[in-house]
């Protein structure tokens, strides 16, 4: 039987429709009809109840949550994770490692491999995000710096040949051997991202079209406007922005980014390239003034949550993000004045183009049943994943 999601409001990729209901079947979305087409007794009815009905939100950028990190190995942990995501109305993972020994990195990309997530009540994992270690010295930030290193070492081949559900591997353009990384990654059909880059404009600007199709968390750990020998040089920043065809990942949490910077990125890159990410540690989601370490819990650095952010102890500069994703939405909404279809988009849609999901992200035929229903403030009130509710605020 064919299930309707009736009384709600359908945000498609581009408007608000109402009078209508999405319908879904075997994982898959059959198409948006109008309400007056659903014959309750032909259908399995969830009501809305007035709520917004959206394509599912997907997470590109994230480290963990509800006390979790993914550099702890840990396949029970892992599943855990996924289901805190799910409460927060995310549908698809991309779980992101942190810059350490290859080794470590190894250890959680195995306890990746072995988590049976068939078994999950909650997002899916779509793939791995490797967020170094080929970056930049100067604008590592919270990255450890004796775990950084450069493209030169090739460990890159050997672990895309072993893990092959990596789908992204970040790196600085300006290192040595960047580029021909990305030109093999490209042909492996794996994203590379700009990150944690002390790169002037102009590297990224003459790089070769769709060589790095993706900024990591724009303008955190990235070089901006400043001067040599008395000139103005544009930075990496500058570089993403002038690029049409980069995505800039945006971290919605009106702390790393203020609302003027929103406002910026969203005016230049619009919905169809800005990208809402948390960047959470496993900070996210626990009460304020928490204490814990930021990667694997035995070797990590220690942060604490405190003013809605990850801070290092000394309070010298941030440690990664503590947001929820649908804290992400109600920021662009609320503070940066991004219409509710754009955010929604920028969660959705977008990412999935991004990564070259061709069946996320839409609530059109063809495409998975991934659905996120929310109320008018954006609390999550149901998660359904490939046609399943894998969280229920209440009953519906």
């Not at 999601?5 to 198409?31: H, M, P, W």
């Not at 659905?371 to 998660?383: A, K, P, R, S």
Request: charged share 25%; with cysteine; proline share 4%.
């Amino acid at each position: 039987m064919k299930t309707a999601i009736i009384n709600g409001k359908i945000l498609t990729s581009d408007r608000e429709l109402q009078g209508y209901a999405l319908v879904f079947e075997g994982g898959k979305i059959c198409g948006i009809v109008s309400a007056e087409e659903i014959n309750t007794s032909d259908f399995s009815v969830i009501d809305a109840q007035g709520g917004y009905v959206g394509a599912g939100w997907i997470e590109l950028h994230s480290h963990g949550i509800a006390g979790v990190d993914f550099m702890d190995a840990d396949p029970e942990a892992n599943l855990r994770a996924m289901e805190a995501y799910a409460e927060h109305g995310v549908t698809g993972v991309f779980p992101t490692t942190l810059s350490a020994p290859f080794p470590e990195i190894r250890r959680a990309l195995d306890a990746l491999a072995h988590t049976d997530f068939s078994s999950c009540k909650g997002a899916e994992l779509l793939g791995i995000h490797l967020e170094g270690p080929y970056f930049s010295r100067e604008q590592r930030g919270a990255q450890p710096l004796d775990a950084l290193s450069t493209p030169q070492d090739l460990e890159y081949v050997e672990l895309i040949k072993e893990y092959p559900f990596i789908r992204r591997i970040d790196t600085a353009p300006e290192l040595s051997g960047s580029a021909h990384m990305a030109q093999y990654l490209r042909e492996k059909g794996v994203i590379c991202g700009i990150a944690h880059t002390d790169a002037d404009a102009d590297v990224i600007t003459h790089a070769e079209e769709g060589l790095y199709p993706i900024a990591t968390h724009l303008y955190s750990g990235m070089s901006g406007v400043h001067r040599v020998d008395g000139f103005r040089r544009a930075g990496a920043v500058e570089g993403c922005l002038l690029r049409d065809d980069i995505y800039c990942e945006a971290i919605c949490d009106g702390i790393h980014l203020p609302p003027e910077l929103l406002k910026l990125v969203y005016k230049v890159k619009g919905a169809d390239k800005m990208i809402l990410v948390s960047d959470s540690v496993r900070g996210a989601d626990l009460p304020e003034e928490t204490d814990f370490v930021m990667g694997n819990k035995e070797t990590g650095t220690r942060a604490i949550a405190s003013d809605g952010v990850a801070w290092l102890p000394d309070r010298s500069a941030f440690a990664g993000s503590v947001a929820t994703f649908d804290r992400l939405v109600r920021t662009a909404v609320t503070q940066a004045d991004i219409p509710l279809v754009d955010a929604v988009k920028m969660s959705s849609l977008t990412p999935a183009r991004a990564m070259g999901l061709s069946d996320k992200g839409a609530l059109a035929e063809g495409y998975d049943a991934d659905i996120t229903v929310f109320d008018e403030n954006i609390n999550i009130m149901l998660t359904i994943v490939g046609g399943k509710i894998v969280y229920s605020k209440k009953e519906l």
